[in-house]
Nanobody
Framework: QLQLVESGGGSVQPGGSLRLSCAAS????????ISWFRQAPGEEREGVSC????????TYADAVKGRFTISRDNAKNTVYLQMDSLKPEDTAVYYC??????????????????WGQGTQVTVSS
C-alpha cells in the first residue's frame, strides 16, 4: 500500500517559516515526481510545487515563487517544502502527492497514485 504522510504544519506569524515533510511508506519515492498542493477553506485545491524524481526539475506556482523551496532526500524517502516569508494567504491544508509526472502536468486528484492526509498551515498575527 502506497502511503504518504505529511508533517511540519502549524501556526506562525506573517513572515515566519515552516518546513513541511512528506514521508513515504510501502514504496520508494525514487521513481516518482512529488507534488505539493494546498486547499484553503471554500477554495479549490491548487498546485504549489513539484520536484522531479531525480530532483533535477523543480516547479513553483507564481504565488510562492521565491519564498518556497522544494527538495528531496531519496535516502530518507522524504520530500520537503521549505516555506519562508509566509503570508496569511498561505493558510491552507497542504497535501503531497506522488505520480509518474507531477504538477502542473497533472492537475486532478485522480491522476495521482497516492495522496497524504494533509497538514494544516495557519499564518496569522
Amino acid at each position: 500500500q502506497l502511503q504518504l504522510v505529511e508533517s511540519g504544519g502549524g501556526s506562525v506569524q506573517p513572515g515566519g517559516s515552516l518546513r513541511l515533510s512528506c514521508a513515504a511508506s510501502g514504496f520508494t519515492l525514487d521513481y516518482y515526481d512529488i507534488s505539493w498542493f494546498r486547499q484553503a477553506p471554500g477554495e479549490e485545491r491548487e498546485g504549489v510545487s513539484c520536484i522531479s524524481s531525480s530532483g533535477g526539475s523543480r516547479t513553483y506556482a507564481d504565488a510562492v515563487k521565491g519564498r518556497f523551496t522544494i527538495s528531496r532526500d531519496n535516502a530518507k524517502n522524504t520530500v520537503y517544502l521549505q516555506m519562508d516569508s509566509l503570508k496569511p494567504e498561505d493558510t491552507a491544508v497542504y497535501y503531497c502527492a506522488a505520480s509518474s509526472f507531477g504538477w502542473p502536468r497533472k492537475r486532478h486528484q485522480f491522476e495521482y497514485d497516492s495522496w497524504g492526509q494533509g497538514t494544516q498551515v495557519t499564518v496569522s498575527s
